[in-house]
């Protein structure tokens, strides 16, 4: 049950704001409150859903704050991620690199919309897992999914949230095993991703004073 909502948001198919009726899930999944709510909780923990007591749980709404911590967050994990790469990856992982982005091309130019988002986010996955590191993995994955919500929330339409070319010329850089050129690549990749982004102002929060 965790499984199939956790990729239920990151396919869209969840909305951010939408309720999560726990009746519902009971009846969609076979099981019982209790196991709906142990589900909620570990999405709740990765803040992929808000519980509020005596409300129930929605998916949560990321707002412009938080939407910006996730991409500094991002930027730095994924600085640290081709940095690592550029140091073992061998030939054959950037030929597997380089038919990922054939498929990309091949979806993107066959308005095959949902098929090339998770591509190009799944490329970003891949660069973890050939990182070689568990954690930056874990925690790559969980800002992914947070990312899907802020698309969900503040994408323009007509807008990629992932541009092709910018993959491309992360992988040329991987394939000559120059780290830090690929990080200020990959840095500059997020920048532009988050700035396609129709962010409303910040409410400027509340002053406890």
């Given at each position: 049950?965790?499984?199939?909502?956790?990729?239920?948001?990151?396919?869209?198919?969840?909305?951010p704001?939408e309720?999560?009726?726990?009746?519902?899930?009971?009846?969609?999944?076979?099981?019982?409150?209790?196991?709906?709510?142990?589900?909620?909780?570990?999405?709740?923990?990765?803040?992929?859903?808000?519980?509020?007591?005596?409300?129930?749980?929605?998916?949560?709404?990321?707002?412009?704050?938080?939407?910006?911590?996730i991409?500094?967050?991002?930027?730095?994990?994924?600085?640290?991620?081709?940095?690592?790469?550029?140091?073992?990856?061998?030939?054959?992982?950037?030929?597997?690199?380089?038919?990922?982005?054939?498929?990309?091309?091949?979806?993107?130019?066959?308005?095959?919309?949902?098929?090339?988002?998770?591509?190009?986010?799944?490329?970003?996955?891949?660069?973890?897992?050939?990182?070689?590191?568990?954690?930056?993995?874990?925690?790559?994955s969980?800002?992914?999914?947070?990312?899907?919500?802020?698309?969900?929330?503040?994408e323009?339409p007509?807008?990629?949230?992932?541009?092709?070319?910018?993959?491309?010329?992360l992988?040329?850089?991987?394939?000559?095993?120059?780290?830090?050129?690929?990080?200020?690549?990959?840095?500059?990749?997020?920048?532009?991703?988050?700035?396609?982004?129709?962010?409303?102002?910040?409410?400027?929060?509340?002053?406890?004073?």
């Open positions: 049950m965790y499984d199939a909502l956790l990729d239920a948001v990151m396919r869209g198919q969840l909305r704001g309720r999560l009726v726990e009746p519902l899930l009971c009846e969609r999944f076979g099981v019982s409150r209790t196991v709906v709510r142990q589900a909620l909780h570990r999405l709740g923990e990765l803040r992929i859903v808000d519980i509020v007591p005596n409300k129930g749980a929605t998916v949560a709404r990321p707002g412009p704050r938080e939407t910006r911590d991409f500094a967050a991002r930027r730095v994990v994924e600085g640290g991620i081709v940095r690592a790469v550029a140091r073992r990856i061998t030939h054959g992982e950037v030929d597997r690199l380089k038919q990922r982005l054939r498929a990309e091309h091949e979806a993107l130019h066959q308005q095959d919309h949902a098929r090339w988002v998770a591509l190009a986010g799944g490329f970003h996955l891949a660069l973890a897992e050939l990182s070689g590191n568990a954690e930056l993995q874990r925690i790559l969980e800002l992914m999914t947070r990312c899907s919500l802020i698309v969900a929330l503040y323009v007509g807008e990629s949230t992932c541009e092709h070319e910018e993959h491309e010329q992988v040329e850089w991987l394939s000559l095993r120059d780290g830090a050129a690929a990080a200020d690549a990959m840095d500059r990749h997020l920048l532009a991703l988050e700035a396609r982004l129709q962010l409303p102002p910040d409410d400027g929060g509340v002053e406890m004073a």
